[in-house]
């Protein structure tokens, strides 16, 4: 039986605005307070632009909702890094958790597998808790080159941090192909490699694999969560576009409690 807390992470990306994520996180609050004990179920997280971690912080206090950041540096404390934000940063302004590894850091800011583990291991010595995200593009997809990508993302973390980090973080399987185009990977598509992730860590810890929470990040939308998350190694949701929704994000929680 899977006893593992489902949770549903919001990543706004670049969007939004102080009265626009203000009003996004009274909605947000309303809508889960409308939930009752079923929002209790459900861990849950937005993770809006650096800029305005603080201030959303501020609306977020005694709701329940956790806040995390998009992406940290490598590198701990302080120093000459223009332009990087430090994990203890993140800390102190209020965050709980990151995101390492998004695909859109891999493509476009050409984010290494090394870069990703040095990130990760960066969030686990500043007290974060890192979501690592890995998936495959359309290309791979269509040359059965899945499990090989999946794989060699996950080895580089194994061999960077050990499998004992990942017990204190999460992995999101964010299928390239299925983000910001209106493509869902299948249920059953889904399984498959969050199986595929499981089975991959469980050959070098069991435990570890079996107590490790897998989220879906391929175009979570209200109307498919529940399919997604009834999976039985679908633990949730890392959720974009929706996740700028109220009534949306809501919905998806409502889906996970189930």
Known sequence: MNT??????GNWKMYGSAAANAALVDGLRQGL???????????????????YLAAVAGCLADSGIALGAQNLCAETGQGAYTGEVA???????????VIVGHSERRALYAESDEIIARKYAAAL????????????TLAERDGDQTSAVVARQLDALIAHCGVAALGRGL???EPVWAIGTGRTATPAQAQEVHAFIRGRIAAHDAIIAGS???????SVKAGNARELFAMPDVDGGLVGGASLKADEFVAIVAAAAV
Do not use: K, N, Q
């Not at 593992?4 to 992470?9: E, G, L, N, S, W």
């Open 87 to 97: 994990g203890e940063m993140l800390r102190e302004v209020g965050c709980s958790h």
């Open 33 to 51: 307070a409308g939930l009752g004990a079923a929002a209790g179920a459900v861990d849950t997280l937005v993770c809006p632009p650096f800029v």
């Open 125 to 136: 010595a500043t007290g974060l808790t890192p979501i690592l995200c890995v998936g495959e």
């Open 171 to 173: 992995v999101a399987y």
């Open 212 to 218: 490790l929470r897998v989220l879906y990040g391929g």
């Open 4 to 9: 593992r807390r489902p949770m549903v992470a």
